[in-house]
């Protein structure tokens, strides 16, 4: 999964400009700066009965989005058909408690599920127009990279493909992974104890795990990383301690940039995800463009709605958001949401 997720007061305004520094050999200082004007975040759907939450959302194109959450029935999948949101049904899905929701194209979504009751791991997938359950091996995570296609880890390293699995032997502690493009990518902490805070970055194909590169410096607790299907690779580091500085590295293919993350953003756990252009979303409230810093509007929960994970749209400005209103908990006035940043797409 893409992370857990903390509730946290941040503040409205944006951020003044901040330094970055570079790594590696011949880095040179980078700068970076957040936009004067902060993007906002509006409701654009909203549960019709509660109680509800959505907790993960993905987009595979302006006219196919899917979002996925609990409600009263178990599982709760909404999809976006370029129009509007419309709930879905899934046979043989009710316990499930979803942790992601990957679109690999517009006709494929895989829904990765633990179980309220006693289960194996489960994966839902839409191939088509028609629902199937694929159970999966025992896992902490799983991520899809096909219609027939995942990558999990617990104690090892497993790739499943077309019913065929295949383990590797853990390089480290894996801590976190990313696809795209058809290709997966882990962060492992490879030092010699347990959570070192000295990650490496691995690429996992058919001949198994091709080492990419070492981050170089200690990161902080869950630490997380994103991925384009060119292969640029950014990592979020949380700091280290109570005190310490967040960061993101990214790999140029060549070596490591880092730039601090603005003080007073709010991103949590949320998840890192590419945002299909040359940055990363820190989760919704934080997006690092490239070249600045975006802060949105509003810049963390509030009395409103509460947002959790985010997905760029491919191909536009805009991106979604899921979450939940923040109406009295348990209450059927709890309802699941959505947001959007940007135009319709």
């Not at 549960?47 to 993905?58: F, I, K, M, N």
């Not at 700091?239 to 293919?253: E, K, L, M, N, T």
């Not at 990363?280 to 934080?286: D, R």
């Not at 409103?304 to 997905?311: G, N, R």
């Amino acid at each position: 999964m893409r992370g857990g997720f903390a509730g946290r007061l941040g503040p409205v305004t944006a951020v003044a400009a901040i330094a970055a520094c570079a790594l590696g050999a011949g880095g040179a200082a980078a700068s970076a700066r957040t936009t004067a004007v902060a993007p906002r975040w509006q409701t654009y759907f909203t549960s019709a009965r509660g109680p509800s939450d959505l907790t993960d959302v993905t987009a595979a194109g302006r006219s196919s989005a899917w979002a996925a959450g609990t409600n009263n029935a178990g599982l709760y999948v909404v999809h976006w058909n370029g129009s509007s949101w419309r709930q879905q049904t899934v046979p043989g899905s009710k316990n499930c408690i979803p942790y992601s929701v990957q679109a690999v194209s517009a006709a494929t979504v895989w829904v990765m599920c633990a179980w309220a009751v006693n289960g194996p791991p489960t994966a839902f997938v839409l191939d088509n127009g028609t629902w199937r359950a694929v159970q999966l091996p025992d896992t902490a995570t799983a991520t899809a990279t096909g219609s027939a296609d995942v990558w999990g880890y617990g104690a090892d390293i497993w790739h499943w493909s077309a019913g065929t699995l295949t383990s590797f032997s853990a390089p480290g502690n894996v801590v976190s992974m990313a696809a795209a493009g058809g290709h997966v990518w882990l962060l492992a902490d490879t030092g010699s104890q347990i959570q070192t805070g000295r990650v490496t970055v691995y690429e996992g194909g058919i001949g198994g795990l091709r080492r990419v590169a070492a981050l170089g410096v200690r990161v902080g607790v869950f630490p997380q990383i994103a991925a384009s299907p060119a292969g640029r690779i950014w990592v979020l580091d949380q700091g280290i301690g109570a005190h310490g500085r967040a960061a993101v590295y990214a790999w140029s293919g060549k070596r490591w940039t880092r730039y601090l993350v603005p003080q007073a953003a709010d991103f949590g756990s949320w998840g890192l995800i590419y945002d299909g252009g040359s940055g990363a979303w820190l989760g919704p409230y934080t997006h690092w463009t490239g070249k600045r810093w975006v802060i949105t509007s509003p810049s963390g929960p509030t009395l409103k709605f509460e947002l959790m994970f985010v997905a760029p749209v491919p191909g536009t400005s805009s991106a979604w958001a899921v979450g939940f209103n923040n109406a009295r908990p348990g209450t059927r006035a709890y309802r699941g949401l959505i947001a959007l940043l940007g135009s319709r797409p």
